[in-house]
C-alpha cells in the first residue's frame, strides 16, 4: 500500500486543521493504521493509531480530546482532526499502515508539517 499525507499548514495556537492521508494500491480495511509525528530534534512519536475497523482506536495522553482519527474504509482514506491546537503539536505528521498480525508499521507515507505559532 502507499500512503499520500497532506493537510498541514501553519496554524495559530488554538486553531485546527485536518490532515488526510490517501492510500492507493491495496485497500487501507486490511491494515491497522496510525499517525505519528516527529518534532524538531525529537523522537517520533505515536499519535494516534487505529484497528482495521476503526472499532478501536488509541491516543496518545497529549492529543485525547483535542484529536480524532477518522478513517473512511471505502473511500481508503484516513483523516485526522486536530482541534486547540498547541505549539508542541508543532511536528512532521506521518501515516502509517501494518498489517494486523504485525507489530510493526512497514508502511510510510512522505509526512506533511503542521506549525502551530503561540
Known amino acids: 500500500v502507499q500512503l499520500q499525507a497532506s493537510g498541514g499548514g501553519v496554524v495559530q495556537a488554538g486553531g485546527s486543521l485536518r490532515l488526510t492521508c490517501a492510500a492507493s494500491?491495496?485497500?487501507?480495511?486490511?491494515?491497522?493504521m496510525a499517525w505519528f509525528r516527529q518534532a524538531p530534534g525529537q523522537e517520533r512519536e505515536l499519535v494516534t493509531r487505529?484497528?482495521?475497523?476503526?472499532?478501536?482506536?488509541e491516543y496518545a495522553d497529549s492529543v485525547k480530546g483535542r484529536f480524532t482519527f477518522i478513517r473512511d474504509n471505502a473511500k481508503d482514506t484516513l483523516y485526522l482532526q486536530m482541534n486547540s491546537l498547541k505549539p508542541e503539536d508543532t511536528a512532521i505528521y506521518y501515516c502509517?499502515?501494518?498489517?494486523?498480525?504485525?507489530?510493526?508499521?512497514?508502511?510510510w507515507g512522505q509526512g506533511t508539517l503542521v506549525t502551530v505559532s503561540s
Open positions: 487505529t484497528n482495521w475497523s476503526g472499532s478501536n482506536s
Open positions: 494500491g491495496r485497500q487501507i480495511v486490511l491494515y491497522d
Open positions: 502509517a499502515a501494518k498489517r494486523s498480525m504485525s507489530d510493526v508499521y512497514a508502511y
